[in-house]
């Protein structure tokens, strides 16, 4: 499986059979331009929308005609299967933000979760309804979703064997975010990629938390 961040919270994941995922696609220029990152130009067979805001919901602009999951519950969808899990933008269940899905994607004996704009730290319900993470997509940035703090302890919650930080501070957002470096500040175990890809089998995950950091794509 590979795993290429886009920028903000837009992932690329490749299965090993070529099956192409996209999560939470970014409009370009949304929010009067604060979002600078490139136009997405690959084709996807499926894609995943944790909230409608204009930085996670842009699959109009997409090419071709993906497969669009934005719902929870159980699917089956391109040959994935995928478990949306209900959850909030904020920490008044919504009442400021609105609802969110955080998604788990089954890749190649993987679970992968990407957890969209989670505003809040997780019940243990919740917890048991996403399962044997391996692969976390998280948001660090603060302001509009969990900052750097908060999604540590949701990381030590899951235990997850990977974490990806996604939704923070780069030269592409206009937002008020943190940058992801308070996130990794004095954690042990990150690697910092280097390039926007990384890639994962089962057997190659590491027997113990790592943060990996990767470079946008776009």
């Known amino acids: 499986m590979k795993i290429k961040w886009l920028g ?4 690329a994941i490749t299965s090993s059979d070529g099956k192409a995922i996209l999560t939470d696609p970014y409009r370009p220029n949304a929010f009067g331009g604060a979002i600078k990152y490139a136009p997405i130009r690959e084709r996807f067979d499926l894609v995943t929308v944790s909230h409608k805001h204009a930085d996670h919901d842009g699959v109009d602009g997409l090419v071709g005609n993906p497969t669009v999951v934005d719902t929870i519950g ?7 299967s995928i478990d949306g899990i209900a959850t909030f933008h904020d920490k008044s269940r919504g009442s400021q933000r609105g ?10 004996g993987m679970r992968v979760c990407h957890l969209g704009d989670l505003g809040h730290l997780l019940d243990d319900a919740t917890v048991a309804a996403l399962g044997n993470v391996d692969v976390l997509l998280a948001p660090v940035g603060g302001t509009f979703t969990i900052d750097a703090d908060e ?5 030590e919650k899951l235990k997850p064997r990977v974490v990806i930080p996604m939704h923070f501070k780069t030269p592409k957002v ?17 690697l910092q990629a280097g390039s926007s890809e990384v890639q994962f089998s089962r057997s190659s995950l590491p027997s113990k938390i790592q943060v ?4 946008h794509a776009l």
């Open 8 to 11: 903000h919270s837009a992932f």
């Open 74 to 80: 159980h699917h089956e969808a391109q040959g994935v």
């Open 99 to 108: 609802n969110n899905i955080v998604f788990c994607l089954n890749v190649d």
């Open 151 to 155: 999604a540590w302890q949701v990381v």
């Open 174 to 190: 206009g937002f008020d975010l943190a940058s992801v470096d308070k996130f990794t500040a004095g954690k042990p175990n990150v």
């Open 212 to 215: 990996v950091v990767l470079r």
